[in-house]
DNA sequence: TTGTACGCGTTATCAT
DNA sequence: ATGATAACGCGTACAA
């Protein structure tokens, strides 16, 4: 790939006037930038970002971290933010770290190898004071989106309180028994049992946490089992919820008559499904955009300054199965 | 950041040793050793991987350019090909064309911008001569995958069969006309429309293209209402046919007595779709696999090749829809 | 307006 | 075994 000193060579200039001249300065001969010009395009000359970046300042490089791109949720968000970012000439360095937080660390450490610019990141259990303080030593702009991690940059749907809406909607509807589907420190959980324990209700709430489709079969066949009424089922994310809704109808259970479902996310194939699947919606777009935007105003302006804290309000998306 | 010079004056050797701490090389005091580990090791020292991609031949950066990543299985296949790369120390620029040429032109000048070692696209019309032209000229290797493209490396199952093996199973089933959801020049369509001119059913077989779900009901409806008997439906992805098993579910027609359904991609969920959905399935790990590998020896074996024309077989799988 | 000189952080080559 | 030194491609300061 050609480069600028090599231009110089063939048009007789000398390097930086090369690089004036495809900077667009405008201290150039026109004679020249034309001979440059014409030079840079018939051999279609490509900047070296590495070179850029070495010297410069700015690498337009974002690293992305989600916990699972096959997930319809994290792929739209990843696209969001791309597309966000290519707004303002950033392209991104995607990391998937599968839920593994080995993955992660080793993915937090490559892209600072990458300098970038900053990163987006969901982290596993942002939760974790350790990761808190590995954030901060980390010394690489760092927003958290669709995660609360106090003391850092965060943009995320408010679980808590999520959890506590579908709570209500549920008990609303008449459920008599809760269950939840995913790991107890999961914030939607936290906000969900509350909720219930308040209206009395939080000894007929549980939780089971997915590990494949036949542990989750038996594990509902077994909660389902036991009496206690019309059973509300809460997913930890639409995935989850599909497969509940699978499992139900292969234990023969009505939805929603017997069993009721909300899932979480409104990925777009919820409105799909068969029954239609309630969920709670998160604005993705709004995110990616908050997030970027945020990032960015970090990158520009690395002054200190206090973290965002921007819980933005998801919306439950009532359909067939709840 | 630090890097080695800083590490050098600290621990009072000289940088080019460092570099040899830190690389393993094995011709240097083991108290040297010690004392430059530390020190890195103190200071979180990360390389900085635009210098040695600016000096050296490698940036271990791959470019993957797909046309949706919120599309299950693209976002599936990018998760495979970066568990894939990321075994051999490599990192992931990820595009989106979103379908939009002009898009996917701009990124590939972007990605050897970054002098990215590879790419691996899903380019958006791979036979026409235009790309192929494009990509020749540049000096990139570059593998497509799920699309064959003449000329070009190229990994992919191959659709005009996938669309012969949906005909023949729809014929065999007992259906009597034939609906392909997607555009006339997929080559699905093509192996599907042949196969069922073959049969004598030609006639009986018609494509809708997509364009929205009111547009799509629409067209359905119209054309189910003809008269004709059991109507089998291909659709081009597995998104195309869960919209058409819900539409016929609001038509009211019971799936697969009176129309079957058959998807494409065979995306996770469409074993959770009530009913659940028959696809035709790709190997996608498969198909990361053989691309980042042939990917990576034209890395590390420039030489002119004749190109790899690697057609894997799709298998059909059967479940309930059709 | 244009050119020279330098530095960014690394690897590689050559002495020592 | 270790240290100078150059080179990668760019932007920037300074000089002309």
Same mark, same amino acid.
């Given at each position: 790939?050609?480069?600028?000193?090599?231009?110089?060579?063939?048009?007789?200039?000398?390097?930086?006037?090369?690089?004036?001249?495809?900077?667009?300065?405008?201290?150039?001969?026109?004679?020249?930038?034309?001979?440059?010009?014409?030079?840079?395009?018939?051999?279609?000359?490509?900047?070296?970002?590495?070179? %850029?970046?070495?010297?410069?300042?700015? =690498? %337009?490089?974002?690293?992305?971290?989600? =916990? @699972? !791109?096959?997930?319809?949720?994290?792929?739209?968000?990843?696209?969001?933010?791309?597309?966000?970012?290519?707004?303002? #000439?950033?392209?991104?360095? *995607?990391?998937?770290? @599968?839920?593994?937080?080995?993955?992660?660390?080793?993915? *937090?450490?490559?892209?600072?190898?990458?300098? $970038?610019?900053?990163?987006?990141?969901?982290?596993?259990?942002? =939760?974790? #004071?350790?990761?808190?303080?590995?954030?901060?030593? *980390?010394?690489?702009?760092?927003?958290?989106? =669709?995660?609360?991690?106090?003391?850092?940059?965060?943009?995320? $749907?408010?679980?808590?309180?999520?959890?506590?809406?579908?709570?209500?909607?549920?008990?609303?509807?008449?459920?008599?028994?809760?269950?939840? !589907?995913?790991?107890?420190?999961?914030?939607?959980?936290?906000?969900?049992?509350?909720?219930?324990?308040?209206?009395?209700?939080?000894?007929?709430?549980?939780?089971?946490?997915?590990?494949? @489709?036949?542990?989750?079969?038996?594990?509902?066949? &077994?909660?389902?089992?036991?009496? #206690?009424?019309?059973?509300?089922?809460?997913?930890?994310?639409? !995935?989850?919820?599909?497969?509940?809704?699978?499992?139900?109808?292969?234990?023969?259970?009505?939805?929603?008559?017997?069993? #009721? $479902?909300?899932?979480? &996310?409104?990925?777009?194939?919820?409105?799909?499904?068969?029954?239609?699947?309630?969920? $709670?919606?998160?604005? !993705?777009?709004?995110?990616?955009?908050?997030?970027?935007?945020?990032?960015? &105003?970090?990158?520009?302006?690395?002054?200190?300054?206090?973290?965002? @804290?921007?819980? *933005?309000?998801?919306?439950?998306?009532?359909?067939?199965?709840?």
């Amino acid at each position: 790939m050609i480069t600028m000193t090599e231009i110089a060579k063939l048009t007789g200039v000398s390097q930086p006037t090369v690089s004036r001249v495809l900077n667009g300065s405008q201290n150039v001969d026109p004679e020249l930038r034309e001979r440059v010009l014409a030079c840079a395009k018939e051999h279609d000359y490509q900047l070296n970002a590495l070179a %850029k970046g070495l010297q410069g300042r700015r =690498t %337009k490089l974002l690293g992305v971290l989600v =916990t @699972d !791109i096959s997930n319809g949720f994290f792929a739209d968000l990843a696209k969001q933010i791309e597309m966000e970012a290519r707004k303002s #000439g950033y392209s991104i360095i *995607l990391f998937n770290s @599968d839920y593994n937080p080995q993955n992660e660390r080793e993915y *937090l450490d490559v892209v600072r190898r990458y300098r $970038v610019d900053g990163v987006l990141a969901v982290p596993i259990r942002e =939760t974790s #004071g350790e990761w808190q303080e590995y954030v901060k030593k *980390l010394d690489v702009p760092m927003v958290m989106v =669709t995660r609360q991690a106090r003391g850092l940059d965060s943009i995320y $749907v408010d679980h808590v309180q999520a959890g506590a809406m579908v709570a209500e909607h549920l008990a609303e509807r008449g459920f008599q028994r809760f269950l939840f !589907i995913g790991r107890d420190y999961d914030r939607k959980y936290t906000g969900f049992r509350r909720t219930l324990e308040e209206k009395g209700l939080g000894g007929r709430t549980a939780n089971v946490v997915y590990q494949d @489709d036949a542990q989750l079969n038996q594990a509902l066949r &077994d909660w389902l089992r036991s009496p #206690g009424g019309r059973a509300g089922i809460f997913a930890g994310n639409d !995935i989850y919820a599909m497969r509940v809704l699978d499992a139900l109808r292969s234990l023969g259970i009505a939805v929603p008559s017997e069993a #009721g $479902v909300i899932g979480f &996310d409104d990925t777009s194939m919820g409105r799909y499904l068969n029954p239609r699947l309630s969920s $709670v919606s998160q604005p !993705i777009a709004r995110m990616a955009r908050e997030a970027v935007a945020r990032l960015l &105003d970090r990158i520009g302006r690395p002054e200190e300054r206090p973290p965002l @804290d921007l819980p *933005l309000q998801a919306s439950l998306v009532v359909r067939e199965s709840a």
